[in-house]
């Protein structure tokens, strides 16, 4: 006679050991990037027939499955769903209110308070710039601390110097996460070395940067990042000290599994730097030879007096653009509307108009075809295409407000047109608009429009270059 066999095994596999967290029954995994595989295996029971084949078991009395019996079972998956739902927004709700409190403490205290809540299931994103801030920071609160970096395998020497130069100066070790191997040499040898500078930089980060940042954060319940509001305030402008991450995930998978804090979101970049310069941090040496915001060699420059610090990283493409995607959830869409979570609800905010000097001249669609079509105008003019939410069109606005008013009755007419939206596709085709903000010079006494090359926007080059041309 046939018996019924029942085979049950338990497995966890990693490629790194656990620990137990102090919060958590459950076992945790205590490296960023490490797998967690923890299911029971059940095997269905099987019994021999007589031609000594398997087959499974049913009892004599089986019945088919009806519509009847599935109403239970779905009322009871949908229960679990909504319980699911409101742990979620109960969390979100928590942060809310915590980001709330925070909202005037000191980097120090949000720090303290980030180390304190998770303890070792937390980690610094450490990007090899000014962010070293935040190391700085958790090393003052006397608490342990953990660093994680991705290591895109393009970044400037000097970067990986400073690593270097960063752990001997804390006695820490940075966790460093890498790219797929397979993944970047199917790019490579599919699209070059540069494939960026053709067709943007999205494909790359996605494949050097985020997937890797995705992995570290699946080993983590939070995250430590060194974004400011000041950095780009046409897209980070509504980043909160701390929040439920809208993007990611962590070590308990799912939405809501991971928060993101942010200690510095609500200073200014030269406090930054005298925080830095007090303590005597390391710093990497790239800043002392112009450059602000430090990434990939390939995609990172200095930046001219006058220009936003964000204008250094990928700046054949238009501001809307620069940002990597490791920050998607706080990111502004192209029409200042806030793309994702903001202190966890989805927020539309309104960008002011920029460039409001009384001796500007605003033009219009039909205003700006009509100078267009002059072949011999009276005077001269400037004009800037531009986009309120362009982070680079408002670091200029202060230079080009005073060159409006400088100009004020010299018979040169300094203008505005804004550019994106329905505009954007006209002003490409017309206007020679290639990224925001662009600035045309139309002479005296010709029909075609001089493009300004430079990036040196400050009121001194406008003119000389107006000088030059008009």
């Known amino acids: ?264 979101a609500n200073v200014e970049g030269n406090d930054v730097w005298s925080f830095l310069r007090t303590m005597d941090v390391p710093v990497n040496t790239l800043h002392a030879a112009g450059y602000v915001s430090i990434g990939c060699e390939p995609c990172t420059r200095a930046v001219l007096p006058g220009q936003h610090e964000r204008e250094g990283r990928w700046w054949w493409e238009d501001a809307k653009a620069k940002e990597c995607g490791l920050h998607k959830g706080n990111v502004k869409d192209v029409n200042g509307g806030a793309k994702g979570n903001v202190n966890g609800e989805t927020k539309t905010v309104v960008v002011e108009d920029i460039f409001k000097s009384e001796s500007l001249v605003s033009l219009s669609r039909q205003g700006i075809e009509n100078l267009m079509k002059l072949e011999n105008r009276k005077e001269p003019w400037i004009v800037v295409l531009y986009a309120p939410w362009c982070p680079f069109c408002q670091a200029m606005e202060a230079s080009y407000d005073e060159l409006a008013d400088k100009l004020a009755g010299s018979g040169i007419k300094v203008a505005k047109f804004r550019a994106d939206g329905d505009q954007k596709e006209f002003a490409k085709q017309e206007l020679q608009l290639g990224s925001f903000p662009t600035i045309l010079v139309f002479p005296k006494n010709s029909s075609r429009a001089i493009k300004y090359p430079s990036e040196k926007r400050d009121v001194d080059s406008l003119t000389s270059f107006l000088n030059l041309v008009r």
């Not at 190391?135 to 953990?146: C, D, M, N, S, W």
Request: proline share 6%.
């Open 1 to 264: 006679m046939a018996m019924p066999a029942t085979v049950s095994s338990s497995s966890g596999i990693t490629s790194f050991a656990f620990s137990r967290s102090a919060n958590s029954s459950e076992p945790k995994v205590s490296q960023i990037g490490s797998l967690r595989l923890l299911d029971r295996v059940h095997v269905t029971p099987m019994s021999l027939n007589q031609s000594g084949k398997r087959s499974s078991v049913k009892p004599l009395n089986a019945e088919p499955k009806t519509k009847d019996s599935m109403i239970p079972l779905a009322a009871t998956m949908v229960a679990e769903i909504a319980e699911e739902v409101e742990e979620v927004v109960e969390k979100i709700e928590d942060f809310e209110q915590l980001a709330k409190n925070l909202e005037n403490a000191s980097p120090l205290e949000i720090m303290d308070n980030a180390l304190e809540k998770f303890g070792n299931d937390i980690a610094i994103a450490f990007s090899g710039a000014e962010d070293v801030a935040l190391i700085e920071y958790a090393h003052l609160t006397g608490r342990p601390y953990r660093v994680f970096s991705l290591d895109t395998g393009r970044l400037n020497p000097e970067t990986y110097r400073f690593f270097d130069a960063v752990e001997k100066h804390y006695g820490i070790r940075i966790e460093y996460m890498f790219p797929d191997s397979v993944e970047v040499q199917g790019l490579v040898r599919s699209k070059g070395l540069f494939s960026f500078y053709e067709d943007g930089h999205q494909e790359c980060c996605r494949v050097r940067k985020v997937r890797p940042l995705r992995r570290a954060l699946k080993g983590l319940r939070a995250w430590i990042t060194g974004q400011r509001k000041d950095q780009s305030p046409g897209t980070r402008s509504e980043i909160p000290v701390v929040e439920v991450d809208p993007v990611f995930e962590g070590l308990d998978g799912g939405e809501g599994s991971l928060v993101k804090w942010n200690p510095v």
